[in-house]
């Protein structure tokens, strides 16, 4: 087996290739633009032509090839094999089925590499078509405890909303919840409900606040992006309650209306009314209070 370079408009396709469905249009769009980006990683799998031919006929990596053509490559790299008697279909066979996905683990790990070398998150995201949010979604995976990360990379993922809290937490909660959950030999599963659960901390968020960005400094309030949520929405929160609330009471201190006192609120989330008070419906009296609660 060698390797040469050869104009991809010239290599033949197998009429016994194994891949006879047609790939999904995402699939061909990730490997367009992965070939833009940094080439073929992969050299195609050729063979001399029989029956007379001088040229090259493709046993594994059709896709690679038309993909190149279609980014404009005028030469790409191929491996010559010797002809074969079942014209390269155990070959292609092996190579397709022995395929699986990386788990996001390992594509985290790989993410990290190519930003050690100079990659940013954007032209990480371009070259395997991924949005970006996905990219930095990934990279919450470095906020994990690495035994947690090694569980993980065996296959035995949290869910989303799962890895979201554990990656909120600090190191030393994680580890402190891992001594309590990790797996043992008897039972070799986690179970990542009840890791989340013992590092669940309550969210305050952005959008429900009625102060601004400098009053939020001001108490030491730094926004987390909820990176699960929808990209079109505010998803910014922050775990430090007792500066979120500190900040919205200032904020209602200082916006009182007229009459307007500020109350407590009851175990069902309704504002605690004063003695002797009473709600009012509809239109308020020039008499009536106003009652602002968080």
């Given at each position: ?73 005028e030469e790409i ?53 991924l949005p970006v ?157 106003t009652a602002m609660?968080?």
């Open positions: 087996m060698h390797l040469i370079k050869v104009d991809p408009r010239a290599l033949k396709e197998n009429p016994d290739k194994t891949r006879q469905t047609k790939s999904t249009a995402q699939a061909d769009a990730l490997l367009l633009a992965t070939i833009k980006v940094v080439g073929i990683v992969q050299p195609p799998v050729v063979a001399p032509e029989t029956g007379g031919g001088n040229g090259y006929t493709i046993n594994a990596g059709h896709r690679r090839v038309r993909q190149a053509i279609a980014a404009g490559l790299e191929i491996l010559v094999d010797e002809a074969s008697n079942d014209n390269g279909a155990m070959r292609s066979m092996v190579e397709n089925i022995a395929r699986e996905p990386l788990n996001p683990v390992d594509q985290w790990r790989a993410i990290e590499r190519l930003v050690a070398l100079g990659w940013t998150e954007e032209a990480i995201g371009v070259a395997l078509a949010r996905q990219i930095k979604k990934l990279r919450l995976l470095a906020n994990v405890l690495p035994a947690m990360l090694d569980h993980m990379a065996k296959g035995d993922m949290p869910n989303e909303k799962q890895l979201r809290t554990i990656a909120a937490a600090s190191l030393e909660e994680q580890r402190e919840v891992w001594k309590k959950h990790k797996p043992s030999k008897a039972d070799p599963q986690v179970a990542w409900y009840n890791v989340a659960n013992g590092l669940e901390k309550t969210r305050m968020y952005a959008k429900d606040a009625s102060f601004d960005d400098e009053l939020a400094k001001a108490y030491g309030i730094a926004w987390v992006e909820d990176l699960f949520a929808s990209a079109d929405e505010d998803s910014r929160y922050t775990t430090d309650v007792e500066a979120f609330l500190g900040a919205q009471q200032e904020w209602m201190s200082n916006h009182l209306p007229k009459r307007g006192v500020i109350v407590e609120a009851d175990t069902w989330g309704r504002a605690k009314l004063p003695p002797k008070a009473e709600r009012v419906y509809g239109k308020p009296g020039k008499s009536d209070h609660f968080v």
